[in-house]
């Protein structure tokens, strides 16, 4: 199993370009989750995912968009990348709590990150 | 909104040394973790707890929910262990699924 995957590793956009951040996971996960990481900062949640069909925002999502795809696929995209969206982006994915959710522990697994630069 | 602070920022440890690291938080929680975050940059989870204490090879985390505080311990440290160590809580975000809220992480570097 490959885990978490992401694509592309690193990528360099001139203000104003789009692109699109693509992760998969081969897990069966329910819940797919986007986080940004910039130096002296926790990972901040850009959108999550919580099953197959929703999306919902998280605590920085202006500039951006997403798409699941299907169970396995769910992607970020930057209509018009600005320079304070440079940074490390992380896909992450878990199973959904379900029943009990205050007894359901559910580890999130994480991608290997892209590190994005606009300039 | 939910804050966690995390001490140290940065330490530095002799091999061999037990190392602490404390992680505290402002409101109710369903669970913590303790993530590593390699120098290559990947992340993996270490613990995910509620409740009193887990351990797994050198490592030990804690949680006390009343103080709202857990440390994650490391005995007898090795260079390998030098990453940063990040304290994330989960609280429940509706639909069945949950956001995680993370600490600005600890750097740890452990000298031969």
């Known amino acids: 199993n490959a885990g978490v995957t992401q694509t592309p590793k690193f990528q360099v956009l001139k203000t104003g370009q789009s692109m699109t951040l693509q992760c998969a996971q081969d897990?069966?996960?329910?819940?797919m989750y986007w986080y940004r990481q910039d130096p002296g900062m926790g990972l901040r949640l850009i959108y999550y995912?919580?099953?197959?069909?929703?999306?919902d925002k998280g605590e920085v999502p202006n500039g951006y968009n997403v798409s699941r795809l299907n169970k396995r696929e769910f992607s970020l995209r930057l209509e018009s990348a600005a320079p304070s969206q440079t940074s490390v982006y992380f896909c992450?994915?878990?199973?959904?709590?379900?029943?009990?959710?205050?007894?359901?522990?559910?580890?999130?697994?994480f991608g290997p990150g892209t590190r994005l630069t606009v300039l | 909104k939910n804050e966690v602070e995390q001490s140290p920022q940065n330490l530095t440890a002799q091999e061999g040394e037990f190392i602490t690291i404390n992680c505290s938080y402002s409101v109710g929680i369903s669970a913590l973790h303790w993530l590593q975050q390699h120098p290559g940059g990947g992340i993996v989870s270490l613990f995910m707890l509620s409740s009193g204490k887990k351990k797994h090879g050198r490592l030990i985390a804690t949680i006390n929910i009343q103080e709202k505080h857990s440390s994650l311990h490391i005995t007898a440290s090795h260079p390998r262990d030098s990453a940063v160590y990040i304290c994330a809580v989960r609280v429940l975000a509706g639909a069945g699924s949950y956001q995680l809220t993370f600490g600005k992480g600890t750097k740890l570097s452990v000298i031969p």
């Open positions: 995912s919580a099953s197959e069909g929703t999306t």
């Open positions: 897990m069966n996960h329910n819940s």
């Open positions: 992450a994915s878990s199973e959904a709590a379900s029943g009990s959710v205050w007894n359901s522990y559910n580890e999130q697994f």
